[in-house]
């Protein structure tokens, strides 16, 4: 089986994402067991040029990194350095669990508090096919 997963953005610095169309701001996948599926500017060039504003542009390090391995769905810190909150909670782990409607965000690289550049609600359907 698969699992089929929409990161749906609904904040973004700067940028009004209600605004903006659903294909603009989801981006989706399957997934397969074992899979893993990084996200970031230089991943999905076309959906972060519409959230990003000029001046964040510049970055295109990979935010996170989502994987599968049933029956659960993970995130995934991809450094040290990289500040995660999953659901307003500070990830502290290298992994958390997510679970379908879970909000995921993503801070500037090296903050020191917890304001999101970007969040995305995670949006799964596991199939069989």
Known sequence: GRLDVVLECIHAG???TEALPLRHRCIAR?????????????????VFEKLMDAG???STEDLLELHWRPPC???QRLSPQSLLLVNGQVVQSRSSLLQHGFEVSACARGARQ???VFTFRVLSKRTSV
């Open 56 to 58: 964040a542009r510049a």
């Open 30 to 46: 399957s997934l397969e067991a074992g899979d893993p599926w990084p996200v970031g500017p230089a991943r999905q060039p076309e």
């Open 114 to 116: 917890e304001l999101p």
């Open 73 to 75: 769905l993970y995130l």
């Open 14 to 16: 700067g940028v009004d």
